[in-house]
């Protein structure tokens, strides 16, 4: 099955500067790839995601690239905000076509700390 | 804004009690999902639905866990008997398979503690 490993694990940022968080996948047929964020004592929420056909998506400062041939992508927030601590979890899905929704394979997470 | 909603939202017992979790998905959502959550094992697929059929159950220890969909707008886990070691979050996810929504949408969770 699908293996997605993320680093780092713990990322401590001062407030405005940029953070970056890598994942790679194995299984050369997942083909989309969403982000959630989960604040403490929450549910895991969809900050953005993308699909096997584009390089890079960016919604406002989230911003997520994706290397096909070097099987990995990123997540990567500029001007960071206290508000955006909390623990963001990478994830790849192999199935789903068209109408069927596949399996989530998750990444172990990355604490994220930003500091005023 | 429509959620995922699941109950109870916390839950004590003690070892050798059953404990049953319910969730609630969208509504229209044709994918349900069963997440556990701890410290040490981060997010695991326990089981998942399609059109209220068991796809995937491989992640759930099948002696004490199972996993049902009575109706479309019900999907229950149960644990009998509970251990200490299922003390962790109890995360219900449910989506619907199209080419412009792949999202799933995550329940607040059950947090369960088995003393």
């Known amino acids: 099955g699908e293996n997605v490993e993320q680093h780092p694990s713990t990322l401590s940022v001062q407030e405005g500067d940029s953070a970056v968080i890598k994942c790679t996948y194995s299984d050369s047929a997942s083909n989309y790839f969403p982000w959630y964020k989960q604040e403490l004592g929450k549910r895991p929420q969809l900050i953005i995601d993308?699909?096997?056909?584009?390089g890079e998506k960016k919604d406002q400062r989230i911003a997520v690239t994706l290397n096909k041939t070097a099987k990995h992508f990123s997540l990567h927030i500029t001007e960071t905000q206290p508000e955006d601590s909390a623990v963001y979890f990478c994830a790849a899905s192999t199935g789903g076509r068209g109408s069927t929704l596949g399996r989530l394979y998750f990444g172990r997470g990355t604490q994220l700390t930003v500091w005023p | 804004d429509a959620r995922v909603t699941q109950t109870p939202r916390h839950k004590v017992t003690e070892m050798g009690q059953e404990v049953t979790m319910r969730c609630q998905p969208i509504l229209g959502h044709n994918t349900v999902f069963w997440y556990r959550q701890t410290m040490m094992q981060g997010l695991e697929l326990l089981a998942y639905?399609?059109?209220?059929?068991?796809?995937?159950d491989s992640g759930m220890p099948k002696d004490r866990f199972s996993a049902e969909m009575p109706d479309a707008t019900l999907a229950t886990l149960k644990i009998q008997p509970s251990e200490p070691r299922d003390s962790a979050v109890y995360f219900c996810?449910?989506?619907?398979?199209?080419?412009?929504?792949?999202?799933?949408?995550f329940g607040p969770g059950t947090r369960l503690l088995v003393l």
């Open positions: 639905f399609r059109n209220r059929a068991p796809l995937d």
């Open positions: 996810a449910s989506g619907i398979g199209t080419v412009s929504q792949e999202t799933q949408y």
């Open positions: 993308i699909r096997s056909n584009v």
